[in-house]
């Protein structure tokens, strides 16, 4: 089993759009989580970190069930500048900083 | 504020030719740096990381090697490129656990 198993898509949605993400972690010592967002041909960069209790950053809200270890993100009033590969990210229970990057969930957002 | 700085940018070799991309971070002291790979398609592969001067722990076996020879400073390096060693290459730094990276190296072996 993958450390990070995500949904790859593609997933093409119209602006205004709601989408979410899933995915699915199977090192239950992991006690980070993020989500990253990759524009083609370019680096990750941090979107945002996932805590227990939810959390939520304007248009974006994610969520962690550590019982069931499922990580979701959700796009509200989607963009066209939300077009992106969207990476789950799981840290290894160690505080070294090793994390495991899920493959990535690929979105599309058209007028 | 914290800086990576990793290059080249790409980088066309030839089958067997050496490697050596380097990754600077400026703004922090001690950092824990790491080399990854994204294949085509594929999600990111951690090849390295170090955790100080002249420390470093490989994930996978591969054609690759890597050094640290200053706090800030991290190299990628090969003697002899396969084809199977193109990709893009990723350099981070972290802190709390979380990653920055620098703006990679795309590497084709021909």
């Known amino acids: ?111 | 504020s914290q800086t990576i700085h990793q290059w080249p940018a790409t980088l066309v070799q030839p089958v067997g030719s050496p490697l050596s991309l380097e990754c600077t971070v400026e703004g922090t002291s001690n950092p824990n740096l790491y080399w990854y790979r994204q294949a085509a398609g594929r999600g990111l592969q951690l090849l390295f990381y170090s955790v100080g001067i002249g420390q470093i722990s490989s994930e996978v076996p591969q054609n690759l090697s890597a050094s640290r020879p200053q706090d800030r400073q991290f190299i990628l390096s090969s003697k002899k490129l396969l084809l199977s060693d193109s990709g893009f290459y990723l350099c981070a730094w972290s802190h709390k656990n979380e990653a920055f990276f620098g703006q990679g190296t795309r590497l084709t072996v021909v």
């Not at chain 1, 949904?7 to 205004?16: A, C, L, Q, R, S």
């Not at chain 1, 974006?60 to 796009?75: D, E, H, K, P, V």
Request: charged share 20%; glycine share 8%.
């Open chain 1, 1 to 111: 089993r993958k450390e990070v198993e995500q949904d790859p898509g593609p997933f093409n949605v119209p602006e205004g759009a709601t989408v979410a993400f899933n995915c699915t972690y199977s090192n239950s010592a992991s006690q980070s989580f993020f989500w990253y967002r990759q524009d083609c041909r370019k680096e990750p960069k941090l979107l945002m970190s996932v805590y227990s209790s939810g959390n939520e950053d304007g248009r974006f809200t994610a969520q962690l069930n550590r019982a069931s270890q499922y990580i979701s993100l959700l796009i509200r009033d989607s963009k066209l500048s939300d077009s992106a590969t969207y990476l789950c990210v799981v840290d290894r229970g160690s505080t070294l900083g090793r994390l495991y990057f899920g493959r990535g969930t690929q979105l599309t957002v058209w007028p």
